[in-house]
């Protein structure tokens, strides 16, 4: 993120899509489902390579958001400003924006 804020010009916009986890337990639950099992079997339909995509992705998207919870205090950590976020598809996606602050990041 600090890579980033610094090659946009300060009050420059920044944005960001990323796949989330839903909080609600009953919903997370389906996540898992469709991630472990949906996603691989669609894969498979594509390609060997895509199956594997498939059963790579909510594993890491779940581990991404265990070990990185907080997004907007790395934002802001990073030199962006005016953080917004929303989450879509009940949490399991995310959207985020934010403004290059003026002063020089390190």
Do not use: C
């Not at 600090?2 to 920044?14: F, H, S």
């Not at 890491?60 to 400003?81: K, T, V, Y």
Request: hydrophobic share 45%.
């Amino acid at each position: 993120m600090r890579e980033l804020a610094r090659v946009v010009k300060p009050g420059g916009r920044i944005g960001m899509i990323e796949f989330g986890v839903p909080g609600a337990a009953s919903l997370r639950a389906l996540w898992r489902l469709h991630t472990r099992v949906g996603l691989p079997l669609l894969g498979r339909l594509v390609s060997p390579d895509w199956y594997e995509v498939g059963r790579f992705l909510g594993p890491n998207i779940e581990q991404f958001h265990a070990s990185e919870p907080d997004l907007p205090a790395l934002w802001r950590a990073s030199g962006i400003d005016d953080v917004h976020e929303q989450q879509l598809s009940f949490g399991a996606g995310l959207v985020m924006w934010g403004v290059r602050s003026d002063q020089r990041t390190a």
